[in-house]
């Protein structure tokens, strides 16, 4: 029996992904398997190819168009409600250019002049933008031997009665791969709001929750006291990183009008609207295809893991397609070092923050072929050495 999404994932090979210029491939060099950073090893879906040559074709290449006549909220407004019964307002969505961005804009904007709150292991770029914003990094680090990679909400109390007023919340979690319970949310709101604190929550991979585990938007468990803005962008789960739309989602129109002003200029590009228009409206099947071919591969790689590589420590991969390894045992200093050096494949090694140390980031948006050589690859370094 055909696979009911059969063919609409097209796997490209390693002269077309070099030849594409994007960084995962072109940063690396000749002989190195890279398995790094967030991009996916598959063609574009194709109602965003149509899209985007459309958008050229008739020349739409000025700066991005004010945010509600580019239809992106409401596509975006009716994906969440179809997918996560979450329904907000289009009114409140602001665009940007991507997330990282947005991130910085809205805690310039919208967040008090204290501390920031960022749980590590954390995606690397969460441990700068406070610093760009004027404002301190406090970092909170999970247990790295607890079974399950959760947040340490007594130390997150305790940073907010000491004075932060911000947390950066990313759900699901890019390194931990999990996506958290309503219980555990709800969890964390309680502590949040008992200090008035804003929670910025990025939601960039809800797309890519796998089977077995559900995204529960931050918005549908946030009170009527909660302070909070979701962020996200269909650039992620599309795999388009390079056409720069992302969403800031507000509670209400004051707190999107502080957003829209600034900067004063559009970051959002005109391409981003077109495709992230498309991806959200007909790039569901696609969709739903990657997760499949997201969830095969983490069963694969889960398998290849413990036979080949017995000392590493992986925890289920509940959301995203970057699997968060523990290879600590092995004693390597930087395991993701000697697995470049000594394996010639590159996974992600960058600073994660407390919590991080030992640990790498290998990325499963791939053929099964690429999964099990990069297995491979990392016993020819971590178990010879
Ligand atoms: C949690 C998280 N947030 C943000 C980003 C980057 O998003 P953008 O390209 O829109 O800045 C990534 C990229 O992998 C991510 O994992």
């Not at 008739?58 to 975006?76: K, M, S």
């Not at 000491?162 to 931990?176: E, K, M």
């Amino acid at each position: 029996m055909a696979e009911p999404h059969e063919g609409l994932i097209v796997d490209r090979t390693d002269e077309q992904l070099r030849a594409t210029g994007a960084i995962k491939w072109a940063a690396a060099p000749p002989g190195v398997l890279p398995a790094w950073v967030a991009e996916m090893d598959f063609a574009v879906a194709e109602p965003i190819a149509r899209a985007l040559h459309e958008a050229v074709d008739v020349g739409r290449l000025g700066y991005g168009p004010p945010d509600e006549v580019t239809g992106v909220p409401e596509a975006l407004a009716d994906f969440a409600a179809d997918r996560w019964g979450w329904h907000p307002d289009p009114a409140h969505i602001v665009l940007a250019g991507d997330v990282v961005e947005a991130l910085a804009r809205v805690i310039t904007t919208l967040c008090e002049d204290a501390p920031v709150v960022v749980p590590t292991p954390a995606y690397p770029p969460f441990l700068e933008v406070p610093a760009h914003t004027g404002r301190r990094l406090v970092t909170v680090a999970h247990d790295p031997d607890a079974l399950r990679a959760t947040h340490d909400l007594e130390a997150i109390d305790r940073e907010l009665a000491a004075g932060a007023r911000t947390l950066v919340l990313c759900s699901p979690h890019n390194p931990w791969g999990r996506a958290f319970t309503r219980e555990e949310l709800t969890a964390l709101r309680d502590v949040a709001d008992r200090h008035g604190a804003m929670v910025l929550s990025d939601e960039i991979h809800a797309p890519l929750v796998l089977p077995g585990h559900e995204h529960v938007p931050y918005a549908t468990v946030a009170g009527p006291e909660s302070r909070y803005v979701t962020l996200t962008s269909a650039t992620k789960s599309w795999n388009m990183p390079g056409v720069k739309c992302a969403q800031v989602i507000c509670t209400n129109a004051a707190d999107a009008d502080r957003v829209r002003a600034f900067p004063l200029h559009p970051t959002q590009s005109s391409l981003g609207t077109a495709a992230t228009r498309a991806a959200y409206r007909d790039g569901r099947d696609w969709l739903d295809a990657v997760v499949e071919r997201i969830d095969a591969n983490r069963q694969l790689f889960g398998k290849l893991v413990a036979e080949r590589l017995p000392r590493v420590r992986m925890r289920p991969l509940e959301a995203t397609y970057l699997a968060w390894l523990d290879a600590r045992a092995y004693g390597l200093g930087s395991p993701g070092a000697v697995a470049l050096e000594r394996g010639r494949v590159w996974v992600d090694h960058r600073e994660w923050g407390p919590g991080g140390e030992g640990h790498v980031r290998v990325n499963l948006a791939t053929s099964p072929e690429r999964v099990e050589q990069v297995v491979d690859r990392l016993a020819l370094a971590w178990e010879s050495a």
